[in-house]
């Protein structure tokens, strides 16, 4: 997933082969959901068009066509990066336009029992989501062997486990999209996910002209008021999803979508101004 993955557990008990096993989950989703790696599922589904998946794939699909719905269509795995230029994975630094048709009817994916179909033009994107999923995903394997208290860090996709009562809630820092290793703010939270996207940091320029991996799928183009977002929700994929998609739409629609949703969040746009909503106190949130 290109991304640097933590697994912490507070316990007196061994807990090394669980930490592995942990680990082993997020190896087999992106075994599963890489589009880099030619012979993941997604990759095998966008190629031959029709493919015979996993009873996880198809939950992870679902839960993009719930997303897709709820975020009035902001949120689309089928938005095709190849054609600004990210179609190699990140480390690389190799960035050049493809010029292809797209097809962003995401209601017209099929699945009939454990067999999915892409219309044509279709290409699966499902790196909006996976890592929040394998997050939580993690966090059942964590629950199911009894821990109470650790900490689930994908590269800001986070799940922390908390009831220690002689200890203060866990603080989360969210970092700076303005200046390298700074943080914005902190918080204090305990038994939530939280997600952090922005466009700051997976960026390139192709002709002098810069680009960032999250694209707005009704103008296919990337949107530039909001620079960084993080949300709470009790699963992480959601979190993870509903960011994407709001930096895809914009502050005002954001702004509108989290009251209605009665989501947590701390918005950062390129103006530096700072929008956050009112739930957000019950975590102490201190900007730096």
């Known amino acids: 997933m290109w991304t640097e993955i933590t697994i912490t557990i507070f316990s007196k008990e061994n807990c090394h082969k669980d930490i592995e096993n942990t680990f082993e989950i997020f190896q087999s ?11 993941s599922s997604l990759c095998k589904l966008n190629t031959e068009r029709t493919l015979k998946v996993s009873g996880r794939f198809i939950d992870v699909i679902h839960k993009c066509k719930e997303i897709y719905a709820d975020s ?3 949120f689309n795995p089928l938005i095709n ?13 190799e960035f050049k336009k493809e010029e292809t048709k797209v ?14 179909s892409l219309q044509e033009w279709q290409i699966l994107d499902l790196g909006w989501i996976v ?15 009894w821990y109470k208290d650790y900490i689930i860090d994908a590269g800001g996709d986070i799940y922390i486990a ?21 943080l914005l703010a902190t918080l204090e939270i305990g038994n939530k ?12 320029e192709i002709e002098w002209k810069e680009y960032n991996h999250i694209i707005n799928p009704l103008t296919s183009m990337n949107t530039e008021e909001i620079v960084s977002i993080t949300l709470i929700d009790v699963y992480c994929y959601r979190a993870d999803a509903y960011a994407t998609a709001c930096i895809a739409m914009g502050l005002e629609k954001t702004l509108s979508f989290v009251k209605k949703k009665q989501i947590d969040a701390v918005i950062v746009c390129t103006n530096k101004k700072t929008y ?13």
């Open 81 to 93: 990066l190849k054609t600004i230029g990210y179609s190699k994975d990140f480390d690389r630094h």
């Open 29 to 39: 989703l992106e075994e599963e959901f890489s589009r880099f790696l030619v012979d």
């Open 162 to 182: 908390w009831i220690a009562d002689d200890w203060k809630k866990t603080i989360v820092g969210i970092d700076s999209p303005f200046v390298k290793w700074d």
């Open 131 to 145: 890592k929040g999923y394998a997050v939580d995903k993690a966090n059942e394997y964590l629950e199911s062997k």
């Open 193 to 204: 996910s939280i997600a952090t996207s922005g466009t700051y940091k997976r960026k390139w």
């Open 103 to 116: 097809n962003l009817e995401f209601e017209k994916v099929e699945i009939v029992w454990n067999t999915m």
């Open 276 to 288: 956050t909503t009112e739930g957000m106190k019950k975590y102490n949130i201190q900007f730096i």
């Open 72 to 74: 009035d269509f902001y």
